[in-house]
């Protein structure tokens, strides 16, 4: 299991191409980008410059790990659970952008998320619309060396795939190899607390792993560097290790708001969780 860094803790402080930079100073492996403005959206940056952004990484000797997604709390103009058809086929054109954009950059993953439902519609019609669109933008990875990593949310940010067993029933409808599942750990410590149980149930569609801590709060989307909440990270790697996972552990903390030193908490997430593993 190697450590990547998403671009995604650095959006308030500086450009992508500062925060790769700053990624490699401090020891990390890979980077995964956070696929929309004001860093890697695919809107920005064109081929040529995506070629550009590629040398950098490979000059810094970083691995590319994979693309976050904008959705959720943080992009509410992205959601294929929205009532308003235009909302859902911008969301579907952009996912699809995104996976030209890995293509395009050399990434091996693209995240998925599903969005809120609002008011007058129903669970079994935001379902419906989501797996329309999941089938659209599977469509497009399908003869691509690209992987689609479907996320849950924690409820203040969906009310679609929330657990591991909606997500687990979406990629059985879904039926393609192209689909599989992400554990992001701060949402999974509020929707299903037990990790042994979360890792153990999805282990052979795991490829990807988010790392961030909370207390479990149920109070907003909060990811704070591993150490700093509740969860058991010494248990968790174990179990990851002992279901055979040797994917990547990405990095994904963020205050949005809060002025932090985004540097010393990466830094700080990285100590830590390569002495958890030296343990392991």
Known sequence: MKLSFCTMGYLEYATCEETIRRIAKLGYKAVDFWAYSPHLGPDLYNKDERKTLR????????????????????????NLSHANPKVRMSTIQYYKDCVQLAIDIGAPL????????VYGT??????????????????????TDITLALHTLTPCESNVIVTLDDALRMMNEVKSKK?????????QNVTEPNLYSAVKKVAKDLVYVHVNDNGGE??????????????????????LKEVGYD?????????IGNPIDIDSWAYESKQYLEKILSKV
């Open 110 to 117: 693209v995240n998925i998320i599903s969005g809120m439902r």
């Open 179 to 187: 689909l599989k599942l992400t554990i992001d750990t701060a949402d």
């Open 55 to 78: 040398k950098l990484v490979d000059s810094l000797n970083l691995e590319i790990s994979g693309l976050s997604v904008c959705g959720g709390a943080l992009g509410l103009q992205l």
């Open 122 to 143: 129903t669970f079994e019609q935001a379902w419906k619309w989501n797996k329309e669109g999941i089938d659209e933008v599977v469509e497009a990875v399908e003869g």
């Open 247 to 255: 994917g990547y552990l990405l990095v994904q903390i963020h205050s």
């Open 218 to 239: 149920r109070r907003g989307d909060i990811h704070l560097p591993p150490g700093r909440g509740n969860i058991n990270w010494e248990f968790f790697i174990k179990t």
